[in-house]
């Protein structure tokens, strides 16, 4: 089955970018998925990309996608610090499919 | 607009109770989904359902089992909790209808502690 690993943690200063790296297993995944998640919060969908996509930008978001590597990232532009959270990489077969997700990477922010 | 709705969003009970969490899909939403969360953990796909038959299943416990409503609102019913137990549960809904577009929407989680 799918295997979606992430880097655990990722400190950046205020203002700068952050990117955060994904790799997962199954090139069968169609869709790659980013989500955010607060501290004792739920889940928030920031974007998601198709596998037939090289990369794709939302306001201060740049998801970018290497499918021959399987390598998945995210760039966060001007972070802030209310950036800080957990980013789950995820993928599923389909939109329908059950979603896996990665270990999640904890993004902290230092002034 | 309307989002998915879960309850109770925090519940505590002890061990070999049970349990039952319930989630209200997005009107017109007719598949629902189901992860568990542990502490530090990424979310775990459960099992889901589609016009109330179950259409996939994942690391779901036999003490576990859940089911879909004619209203599309479904329940997740847990028996003889155990203290692994103690997670986010989280709840999100799809229309299929929409698409391959359409992308799975969660709700808020419901936490269950159980000691």
């Known amino acids: 089955g799918e295997d979606v690993e992430q880097s655990l943690f990722l400190s950046v200063r205020e203002g700068d970018s952050s990117v955060i790296n994904c790799t997962y297993t199954?090139?069968?995944?169609?869709?790659l998925y980013w989500y955010k998640q607060e501290p004792g919060a739920g889940l928030q969908l920031l974007t998601y990309?198709?596998?037939?996509?090289d990369m794709k930008q939302d306001q201060r978001l740049t998801v970018l996608l290497n499918k021959k590597d399987k390598h998945l990232s995210l760039r966060i532009a001007d972070t802030q610090t209310g950036d800080s959270a957990i980013y789950f990489c995820?993928?599923?077969?389909?939109?329908?499919?059950?979603?896996?997700f990665g270990s999640g990477t904890r993004l902290s922010i230092r002034p | 607009a309307a989002g998915v709705i879960q309850s109770p969003r925090h519940l505590i009970k002890e061990k070999r109770e049970t349990a039952t969490l319930k989630c209200y899909p997005i009107?017109?939403?007719?598949?629902v989904y189901w992860y568990q969360q542990g502490p530090g953990q990424d979310p775990q796909f459960l099992i889901s359902?589609?016009?109330?038959?179950?259409?996939d299943k994942g690391s779901i416990p036999d003490r576990f089992s859940a089911q879909q409503f004619s209203d599309y609102h479904s329940e997740l019913n847990m028996s003889s909790l155990e203290l692994g137990d103690s997670a986010l549960y989280f709840c999100?809904?799809?229309?299929?209808?929409?698409?391959?577009?359409?992308?799975?929407?969660f709700g808020p989680g419901t936490r269950l502690l159980v000691l």
């Open positions: 999100a809904s799809r229309a299929l209808s929409g698409g391959q577009q359409e992308t799975q929407y």
């Open positions: 199954d090139s069968s995944s169609t869709y």
């Open positions: 990309i198709f596998s037939n996509m």
């Open positions: 995820a993928g599923g077969y389909s939109s329908a499919s059950k979603i896996i």
């Open positions: 009107p017109r939403h007719d598949t």
């Open positions: 359902f589609y016009e109330k038959m179950q259409s």
